[in-house]
């Protein structure tokens, strides 16, 4: 099992910037990629940026193309959402998710963390 905890969130006003942070624990080995997913109010969970460390593939949801960078610490278990330019689109409950080796889906899931953007 892993478990993923997700951290950052907050208030902000459009054009801000805010990185969010997402580690792993329980059998992170298990794993060969993290991602993060959005929620607005009403609509339905929105892919927004992962990458497989495996396969060495970053990917991004169009929406935010040019603005948010997914990286990876290094020697933590932990991957981080870099968010610039924010938009009032944006305002949304993020959260972590992580796909086991071998796995076409994502399997395990965050608690998720609020960002809201005002204009």
């Known amino acids: 099992q892993v478990e993923l905890v997700e951290s950052g969130g907050g208030l902000l006003q459009a054009g801000d910037s805010l990185r969010l942070s997402c580690e792993a624990s329980g059998r992170t080995f298990s794993n060969d990629a993290m991602g993060w997913f959005r929620q607005a109010p009403g609509k339905e969970r929105e892919f927004v940026a992962a990458?497989?460390?495996?396969?060495?593939?970053?990917r991004y949801g169009d929406s935010v193309k040019g603005r948010f960078t997914i990286s990876r610490h290094k020697t933590k278990n932990a991957v981080y959402l870099q968010m610039n330019n924010l938009k009032p689109e944006d305002t949304a409950v993020y959260y972590c998710?992580?796909?086991?080796?071998?796995?076409?889906?994502?399997?395990?899931w965050g608690q998720g963390t609020q960002v809201t953007v005002s204009s």
């Open positions: 998710t992580a796909r086991r080796v071998g796995s076409s889906s994502w399997n395990y």
């Open positions: 990458f497989s460390w495996r396969a060495a593939i970053t």
